[in-house]
């Protein structure tokens, strides 16, 4: 009973270690290139005015919403202009089909 009982421990504390690998995989920072819009006054998605990365992958538009404490610097640069060959790098993440860059650096 005893030896079972290590071996479940040691099966459990196995599955916790993966687990934890794979949200720190999960995690991983990506850049993204294409051209910075405010989502208020370019892509009038909004009523308040907010940092989109517009990139083209596989021929197609895809729009990364700025989040996180350095979205609000972002939205200062291109609230009344858009930013061509803008690049921010962060953790990105999707819900509901919308996908968010959580800025740790732009460029």
Known sequence: ??????????????????????????????TVTGTMKCQKCSLKEADKCGAVVVAKEEGKEVKYYAAGPGAAALHTEICKADKEGASVTGVVSEKGGKKTITVAKAK
């Open 1 to 30: 009973m005893k030896k079972m009982m290590s071996l479940f421990a040691f099966v459990a504390m196995m599955g916790f270690a993966v687990s934890a690998f794979a949200a720190k995989e999960a995690a991983k920072e990506t």
